[in-house]
């Protein structure tokens, strides 16, 4: 017997291209096909596909706590190839996209109101103006990877990139930043962290001045989903020079392998030399967005500096900082520490 690991396919064609003929293959038995002429064939097939579904993550149950690796099975010979066809297709995390409120999250992020936002906010800032700053990352095209609502991770590099594309699994995520940048009714107001990151600079009276330019450099708000090889398809754009994500690939990916496959998938995107700029919590097992719970990969610096090493990248700086005192009565997350690093990609 081997084991092996599997996704899930998420196509009634799937099964039917295996033989379930005509029929509902969520609820209904097939009407006819080779299954209901060979119900060991069924089971064969069917039976694990359950199985896994009842183990993932499906569109109508979000994220629960719990292990986030994929489920295990294992498979008699002969049932690998039968299956193979059908488990090619991973399931989509459309947990995100049904339950992530960027207005919600967005909370997290009113400075000086929210001591978990303020912790992750100067923490980031401090480090994004450092790598920014004169004589730091400078290029032409710099792209965000599942921005969020948020643009907090614009306000140094607007002044050295040219251009910004931010990015997103959610739709509502991609409208919400949209709104900001468009000065929609309604938008959020990030006019307090504009200001702080001016102060860092040397200058608060240039808020205004520094929002405007991060409006005319984000050009393309473009959907993302790290999980695929080509994670921005069906757009596509010239290498970049440099790559920013900031706590998404904990958020996105649901085993330490999806981790380091989206690794080797951002790299795709970057020019040889160009840098990936990483930031994240350390050891985190779900963060609260409202009332909906999101479990998250833990990530620790050993696991961080093996993944990038293995997707090509070189490390050039990582930062670290340990959860504060304070912040550790806030139930809304249980991240350890916060990290901030930048990559060059490997050629
Ligand atoms: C914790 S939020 C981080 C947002 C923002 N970068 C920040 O620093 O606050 C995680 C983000 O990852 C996005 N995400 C989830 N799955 C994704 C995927 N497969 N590909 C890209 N982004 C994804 C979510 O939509 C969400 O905006």
Same mark, same amino acid.
């Given at each position: 017997?081997?084991?092996?690991?599997?996704?899930?396919?998420?196509?009634?064609?799937?099964?039917?291209? =295996?033989?379930?003929?005509?029929?509902?293959? /969520?609820?209904?038995?097939?009407?006819?096909? /080779?299954?209901?002429?060979?119900?060991? =064939?069924?089971?064969?097939?069917?039976?694990?596909?359950?199985?896994?579904?009842?183990?993932?993550?499906?569109?109508?149950?979000?994220?629960?706590?719990?292990?986030?690796?994929?489920?295990?099975?294992?498979?008699?010979?002969?049932?690998?190839?039968?299956?193979?066809?059908?488990?090619?297709?991973?399931?989509?995390?459309?947990? #995100?996209?049904?339950?992530?409120?960027?207005?919600? #999250?967005?909370?997290?992020? $009113?400075?000086?109101?929210?001591?978990?936002?303020?912790?992750?906010?100067?923490? =980031?800032?401090?480090?994004?103006?450092?790598?920014?700053?004169?004589?730091?990352?400078?290029?032409?095209?710099?792209?965000?990877?599942?921005?969020?609502?948020?643009?907090?991770?614009?306000?140094?590099?607007?002044? @050295?990139?040219?251009?910004?594309?931010?990015?997103?699994?959610?739709?509502?995520?991609?409208? +919400?930043?949209?709104?900001?940048?468009?000065?929609?009714?309604?938008?959020?107001?990030?006019?307090?962290?504009?200001?702080?990151?001016?102060?860092?600079?040397?200058?608060?009276?240039?808020?205004?001045?520094?929002?405007?330019?991060?409006?005319?450099?984000?050009?393309?708000?473009?959907?993302?989903?790290?999980?695929?090889?080509?994670?921005? +398809?069906?757009?596509?754009?010239?290498?970049?020079?440099?790559?920013?994500?900031?706590?998404?690939?904990?958020?996105?990916?649901?085993?330490?392998?999806?981790? %380091?496959?989206?690794? %080797?998938?951002? %790299?795709?995107?970057?020019?040889?030399?160009?840098?990936?700029?990483? @930031?994240?919590?350390?050891?985190?097992?779900?963060?609260?967005?409202?009332?909906? %719970?999101? @479990?998250?990969?833990? *990530?620790?610096?050993?696991? *961080? $500096?093996?993944?990038?090493?293995?997707?090509?990248?070189?490390?050039?700086?990582?930062?670290?900082?340990?959860?504060?005192?304070?912040?550790?009565?806030?139930?809304?997350?249980?991240?350890?520490?916060?990290?901030?690093?930048?990559? /060059? /990609?490997?050629?």
């Amino acid at each position: 017997m081997q084991q092996k690991r599997l996704t899930l396919p998420n196509k009634p064609e799937l099964l039917k291209s =295996l033989g379930a003929g005509e029929g509902n293959w /969520r609820g209904e038995w097939p009407k006819g096909g /080779r299954f209901r002429k060979h119900p060991l =064939l069924a089971a064969l097939v069917f039976i694990p596909v359950f199985v896994l579904r009842a183990g993932g993550r499906t569109k109508s149950e979000p994220h629960k706590e719990g292990p986030r690796e994929s489920v295990c099975l294992l498979l008699l010979p002969g049932q690998n190839s039968l299956l193979s066809m059908a488990l090619q297709e991973r399931q989509e995390p459309d947990v #995100y996209q049904e339950n992530f409120e960027p207005t919600s #999250y967005l909370e997290y992020y $009113r400075m000086n109101q929210d001591p978990v936002g303020d912790e992750v906010l100067h923490f =980031l800032l401090k480090h994004y103006n450092a790598t920014f700053k004169p004589g730091g990352l400078e290029g032409k095209l710099l792209i965000d990877i599942g921005s969020g609502p948020t643009i907090y991770q614009f306000l140094s590099a607007c002044e @050295s990139f040219q251009e910004i594309i931010a990015t997103d699994y959610t739709d509502k995520n991609l409208q +919400e930043l949209e709104k900001w940048l468009k000065k929609m009714p309604g938008a959020f107001d990030w006019s307090p962290v504009v200001k702080y990151v001016c102060e860092l600079e040397g200058n608060r009276d240039k808020w205004a001045e520094k929002e405007e330019r991060v409006r005319r450099a984000v050009t393309q708000v473009l959907k993302c989903d790290v999980l695929k090889e080509r994670p921005l +398809e069906p757009a596509v754009l010239p290498p970049a020079d440099g790559l920013i994500s900031s706590l998404c690939l904990e958020a996105a990916c649901p085993t330490p392998q999806a981790c %380091r496959d989206a690794l %080797r998938h951002l %790299r795709t995107l970057l020019r040889p030399g160009g840098h990936l700029v990483l @930031s994240g919590g350390f050891e985190t097992t779900f963060f609260m967005v409202g009332d909906k %719970r999101f @479990s998250t990969l833990p *990530l620790n610096e050993k696991f *961080l $500096r093996e993944a990038l090493q293995e997707a090509g990248f070189i490390i050039e700086k990582l930062e670290k900082v340990t959860r504060a005192a304070e912040t550790h009565l806030d139930n809304r997350s249980d991240y350890t520490g916060l990290f901030f690093l930048v990559a /060059r /990609r490997g050629d």
